[in-house]
T-cell receptor, first 117, second 112 residues
Framework: DVKVTQSSRYLVKRTGEKVFLECVQD?????MFWYRQDPGLGLRLIYF???????EKGDIPEGYSVSREKKERFSLILESASTNQTSMYLC????????????????FGEGSRLTVL | KQEVTQIPAALSVPEGENLVLNCSFT??????LQWFRQDPGKGLTSLLL?????REQTSGRLNASLDKSSGRSTLYIAASQPGDSATYLC???????????FGRGTSLIVHP
């Protein structure tokens, strides 16, 4: 089974702290995604990566950065956490569906609930 | 730009009913559609993936159909159980884009 593992299920941080959220997938997927999910707002894409060292901004990249140094790992970084970044963060991965033999099925991790005080 | 709508937004039914959840999309040039389940405070669990060349997929009591020409997919849940209570989301991958478009989900409660 495909597994997407997020390093922390629950984090509590102080305003201004630097926060790292780690995500690892074990199925050699090309694509990895970071979303945040808030009540009434649905899933919003923060950043996307389609290959090592490649990244693209999603809908709400402000206040976030990402790193993909290895294919299996995609990290989300909050350089200076703020209270409005309190949220559920979800990592996902998939094969490249633009390649014919791939399904493009998307798999999610369990989520990281971040509280910024 | 692809838009995905899920109706209804919320549904409460007694145990045992057969259910239909709807997902509609505006751009029919999709290469797949995926249904997910999300329990409170958890990540999304993949239920069914339908490729653009397929009409339906089945897994246990779940059946998902796809009609690209009308821009619709339905998730059919047979003989609903309290354990089916969750939010169900659909996501569409559209040609030329790596990034899936999600609906807002249908929140389902099945009461005993």
């Amino acid at each position: 089974d495909v597994k997407v593992t997020q390093s922390s299920r629950y984090l509590v941080k102080r305003t201004g702290e630097k926060v790292f959220l780690e995500c690892v997938q074990d199925m050699d997927h090309e694509n990895m995604f970071w979303y945040r999910q808030d009540p009434g707002l649905g899933l919003r894409l923060i950043y996307f990566s389609y290959d090592v060292k490649m990244k693209e901004k999603g809908d709400i990249p402000e206040g976030y950065s990402v790193s993909r140094e290895k294919k299996e790992r995609f990290s989300l970084i909050l350089e200076s956490a703020s209270t409005n970044q309190t949220s559920m963060y979800l990592c996902a991965s998939s094969t490249d569906a633009l390649i014919a033999e791939n399904t493009g099925e998307l798999f999610f991790g369990e989520g990281s609930r971040l509280t910024v005080l | 730009k692809q838009e995905v709508t899920q109706i209804p937004a919320a549904l409460s039914v007694p145990e045992g009913e057969n259910l239909v959840l709807n997902c509609s999309f505006t751009d029919s040039a999709i290469y797949n559609l995926q249904w997910f389940r999300q329990d409170p405070g958890k990540g999304l669990t993949s239920l069914l993936l339908i490729q653009s060349s397929q009409r339906e997929q089945t897994s246990g009591r779940l059946n998902a159909s796809l009609d690209k020409s009308s821009g619709r997919s339905t998730l059919y849940i047979a003989a609903s159980q309290p354990g089916d209570s969750a939010t169900y989301l659909c996501a569409v991958n559209t040609g030329g884009s790596y990034i899936p478009t999600f609906g807002r989900g249908t929140s389902l409660i099945v009461h005993p």
